[in-house]
Antibody, heavy 123, light 108 residues
Framework: EVQLVQSGAEVKKPGESLKISCKGS????????IGWVRQMPGKGLEWMGI????????RYSPSFQGQVTISADRSISTAYLQWSSLKASDIAMYYC????????????????WGQGTLVTVSS | EVVLTQSPGTLSLSPGERATLSCRAS???????LAWYQQKPGQPPRLLIY???SRASGIPDRFSGSGSGTDFTLTISRLEPEDFAVYYC?????????FGQGTKVEIK
């Protein structure tokens, strides 16, 4: 069974660093793109960026470039999203999701999602 | 960046009625890489449709997608009580892979 299990909720102060995780199981972790999606309270979905764990190629949305870092450790089938200095505006639920592909390498959408990690930033 | 505009913002319908949701792209979506997701409160999104018109695994056939280029539609033929939720379109033909702002389907 394919699963993406995210790390637990975090409460941090402004200016602190944070790294949240997304562990994949039940499939070849290195063969599928993993994306990160932000959802601010009461708002819609925002695509932050993606990583291909097989070679760590990463792409960012211009809105998030320089604000976060996406990485992966294929030895433990885990992707990460990290901040060096959190702001109050980073308060949100963060989801990881797997981009499905068919046998020809054509994308088919984010078919599996993590349960989400709620990040709260408060002084 | 491809901007996806969904309409209407909110759709008020009764169970059994037909729902038609629109997603318009600011430029042509490459390879028809357009997906639809459903999200219920407190849950992650669920993939409904990919390639604009292909149903994902386990999705009931009352959900259908259509369109190409810049105009796409999600249709729910007869609303069931569990279908009242927020729906998002997403394109992944051009980076950044953007989402629409969502359409809420609520009970009238």
């Amino acid at each position: 069974e394919v699963q993406l299990v995210q790390s637990g909720a975090e409460v941090k102060k402004p200016g602190e660093s944070l790294k949240i995780s997304c562990k994949g199981s039940g499939y070849s972790f290195t063969s599928y793109w993993i994306g990160w999606v932000r959802q601010m309270p009461g708002k819609g979905l925002e695509w932050m960026g993606i990583i291909y764990p097989g070679d760590s190629v990463t792409r960012y949305s211009p809105s998030f470039q320089g604000q976060v870092t996406i990485s992966a450790d294929r030895s433990i089938s885990t992707a990460y999203l990290q901040w060096s200095s959190l702001k109050a505006s980073d308060i949100a639920m963060y989801y990881c999701a797997r981009m499905d592909e068919d046998d020809y390498g054509d994308y088919r959408g984010f078919d599996y999602w993590g349960q989400g990690t709620l990040v709260t930033v408060s002084s | 960046e491809v901007v996806l505009t969904q309409s209407p913002g909110t759709l008020s319908l009764s169970p059994g009625e037909r729902a038609t949701l629109s997603c318009r792209a600011s430029q042509s979506v490459s390879s028809n890489y357009l997906a639809w997701y459903q999200q219920k409160p407190g849950q992650p999104p669920r993939l409904l449709i990919y390639d604009a018109s292909s149903r994902a695994s386990g999705i009931p056939d009352r959900f259908s997608g259509s369109g190409s280029g810049t105009d796409f539609t999600l249709t729910i033929s007869r609303l069931e009580p569990e279908d009242f939720a927020v729906y998002y379109c997403q394109q992944f033909g051009t980076s950044p892979w953007t989402f629409g702002q969502g359409t809420k389907v609520e009970i009238k």
